[in-house]
């Protein structure tokens, strides 16, 4: 009777501990889908954030027409924009979450996302009104950075 429950007990902790690892997998550097910025994924009281950590360039649309110093200054100012809110893990996914929309820079869409290929890949299900689409981001190990700098 005490093995079983011993068993018992491990095999929920075990449990328990898988969902929290899984939960967490989220977090860390992401090459967002267009690969021009590196967005950090962080977690405040059971809420995941995504901040840009780096811009690694702006797009060319808006990039012809500034000097060398405006585009520096343009990244500078980008750098630390919240351009993901609000998700909550369930199950297997982050739910709930706001997306910042790069074309008009403030209308949030609503997204989901779930991580696939060893975890390397985060998949956002984004949706606005009826249009919805699938962007993926790319995990960076903070060491591939290092390396680039």
Same mark, same amino acid.
């Given at each position: 009777?005490?093995?079983?429950?011993?068993?018992?007990?491990?095999?929920?902790?075990?449990?328990?501990?898988?969902?929290?690892?899984?939960?967490?997998?989220?977090?860390?550097?992401?090459?967002?889908?267009?690969?021009?910025?590196? #967005?950090?994924?962080?977690?405040?009281?059971?809420?995941?954030?995504? +901040?840009?950590?780096? #811009?690694?360039?702006?797009?060319?649309?808006?990039?012809?027409?500034?000097?060398?110093?405006?585009?520096?200054?343009?990244?500078?100012?980008?750098?630390?924009?919240? #351009?993901?809110?609000?998700?909550?893990?369930?199950?297997?996914?982050?739910?709930?979450?706001?997306?910042?929309?790069?074309?008009?820079?403030?209308?949030?869409?609503?997204?989901?996302?779930?991580?696939?290929?060893?975890?390397?890949?985060?998949?956002? +299900?984004?949706?606005?009104?009826?249009?919805?689409?699938?962007?993926?981001?790319? +995990?960076?190990?903070?060491?591939?950075?290092?390396?680039?700098?």
């Amino acid at each position: 009777m005490k093995t079983k429950l011993l068993y018992t007990t491990l095999l929920l902790l075990s449990a328990l501990a898988h969902g929290q690892d899984q939960k967490d997998a989220i977090q860390g550097l992401w090459l967002n889908h267009e690969k021009n910025a590196i #967005v950090e994924i962080y977690e405040e009281g059971n809420i995941y954030y995504g +901040r840009i950590h780096e #811009v690694l360039a702006i797009p060319e649309e808006k990039s012809k027409a500034l000097t060398a110093e405006q585009r520096q200054k343009g990244k500078a100012q980008m750098k630390g924009k919240l #351009v993901l809110t609000d998700l909550t893990f369930k199950k297997d996914k982050w739910v709930n979450g706001k997306i910042l929309n790069p074309k008009d820079n403030s209308t949030r869409a609503s997204c989901t996302a779930y991580l696939e290929n060893a975890n390397n890949d985060l998949n956002l +299900r984004i949706k606005k009104g009826f249009l919805s689409a699938t962007k993926v981001w790319t +995990r960076v190990e903070d060491n591939a950075l290092a390396d680039e700098k």
